[in-house]
């Protein structure tokens, strides 16, 4: 409807519409749309809507052939709520904005407090979007439940912040290995060369050498989820994930290229 | 005469300290100190009145013993009134599940579990165990693996016991996690009395002290 309105979304329309032999249907034309307007692919899309975690530690699980599981137990304190919905019409893209973790009134700035106010919601302290490929089915002020979101099996990508490390040599930070220890030698721990001389006559960029190590957000992709209880309200998740425990984590789920994910 | 009187000064001196710490402490708890002073002029003037003073002394120790048990006995029932006032809030809070808990309360229940499947001995570091374990590849047949538990790693769900034993010459040592369900039975056969927590030293020890029948 909105597409025929506008003169020159209908041409580009017509031009890709053209080109594919066959009629497809509505969501795979409006990811064309989506394509054709922008003339890139938008990658950071979610394959659905996740939820914020607090990682409380790891632990072994034992699955029931006696196989030893290393799983990571993610908790999950009050919030989890839908504080905004995006829109293609109002913001240039399609979100859910979802807030995690209550914390006190003083704690937040006015306009924090007037964004969480407008839609009735409590105080939450983490905010964050989730850009997906359709926002239906989502209202103002909506609690989403984890154990609603996903069950046991289901493969998740994880994400938050690593532990901070401080400034590291590369031997530490780039697993460079050590120099001489012996004949007179004193660059132990050292880079050595960083480049060659006159003809570059520079160093390249995205050459490894020492610097701030850890405290970056870091994506662990397709872990699976080895249990779902509901009475300590809690998820286990195979494998290890970024940060301490009681660090802040994104789960969605695992983005799989044409399965989820649309392939272009 | 310069003996004797030596000898009345030696006597004296002991007895004027300890006294004096009786009296400070009397003096501290109840008795006004005007008296004492008055008494101890006379003490040191003339010596002829040191029996009086034994006597006076014996007495002021008695006096002070009984104030101290008096002390206790009020300090006691002080603690008493505070237990009293902590249990009563107490009661009608609410149990509640707090996030740093929950590993705990995951362990303790994994354990629990694993507990109901096969009951698990108290192992402890020079136990002598006989483990049946089933391969899962071999599901047929009970592998038995005996030896002395040489340490104990405690890590909740994950604790884990290793086991040494000489076998055909040879020293072997199996790491078990004890709430495997792959282990069917753990049996304590018996137990030497060791003085470590680790017996890695029987590793350079003779193979007789890995040795069972």
């Given amino acids: 409807m909105s597409i025929l309105s506008v003169p020159s979304p ?41 939820v914020m975690g607090t990682k409380l530690g790891m632990m072994s699980y034992f699955e029931s052939d006696g196989e030893v599981v290393p799983v990571t137990v993610v908790g999950f304190k009050e919030g989890n709520i839908v504080t905004q919905i995006k829109t293609e019409a109002t913001d240039g893209y399609d979100a859910v904005q979802v807030g995690y973790r209550r914390v006190r009134d003083r704690k ?35 609690r989403l439940l984890f154990d609603e979101t996903f069950k046991e099996g289901d493969l998740v990508d994880v994400s938050g912040t690593t532990i901070g490390k401080g400034f590291q040599g590369g031997i ?65 998740i195979k494998g290890a994930l970024p940060g301490k425990p009681g660090n802040l984590l994104r789960i969605t789920p695992a983005k799989i290229v044409g399965k989820n994910i649309p392939k272009n | 005469m310069a003996s004797q009187v030596l000898l009345q000064q030696a006597l004296f001196a002991p007895k004027l300290s300890f006294p004096s710490s009786s009296r400070n402490v009397a003096l501290i708890s109840r008795v006004p100190s005007t008296p004492i002073s008055w008494r101890c002029t006379p003490l040191i003037a003339k010596p002829s009145f040191v029996v009086r003073a034994d006597t006076n002394l014996d007495g002021g120790g008695e006096a002070t013993e009984d104030v101290p048990s008096d002390n206790a006995e009020k300090v006691s029932e002080g603690e008493a009134e505070q237990v009293s006032d902590s249990e009563a809030p107490k009661s009608p809070r609410k149990p509640r599940v707090k996030l740093g808990d929950i590993m705990g309360i995951l362990n303790q ?98 193979p007789r002290f890995s040795t069972f029948k």
């Fill in chain 1, 10 to 50: 209908t041409q580009r329309c017509s031009i890709s519409i053209s080109r594919l032999p066959l009629p497809l249907p509505l969501p795979f034309q409006l990811q064309v749309r989506r394509r054709a307007k922008g003339g890139k692919v938008v990658m950071s899309m979610e394959a659905g809507i996740g």
């Fill in chain 1, 108 to 142: 937040l700035t006015k306009p924090e407090m007037g964004h969480l106010h407008k839609v009735g919601a409590i105080p939450m302290r983490h905010l964050q979007e989730f850009r997906l490929q359709a926002i239906d089915g989502f209202d103002l002020n909506q």
């Fill in chain 2, 109 to 206: 229940r994994a354990i629990e579990a694993s507990e109901k499947q096969r009951p698990t001995p108290d192992i402890r570091t020079g136990d002598i165990v006989e483990i049946k374990l089933e391969v899962p590849e071999n599901k047929r047949r009970l592998s038995i693996y005996k030896g002395i538990v040489i340490s104990k790693q405690n890590a909740g769900i994950h604790t884990t016991i290793r086991i040494r034993r000489i076998i055909a010459g040879t020293g072997v040592e199996i790491v078990f996690p004890v709430y495997s369900p792959n282990i069917k039975e753990i049996k304590v056969v018996s137990h030497r009395k060791v003085r470590r927590a680790r017996l890695y030293y029987l590793r350079d020890k003779l």
């Fill in chain 1, 172 to 236: 530490k930070r780039h697993n460079f290995k050590r120099g001489p220890m012996t004949h007179g030698s004193k660059s132990h721990r050292q880079l050595g060369s960083i480049g060659a001389g006159t003809t570059p006559g520079r160093v390249y960029k995205g050459k490894k050498m020492p610097g701030r190590m850890g405290g970056t957000k870091r994506k662990i992709r397709k872990l699976k989820i080895v249990k779902i209880d509901k009475d300590l309200n809690v998820l286990m």
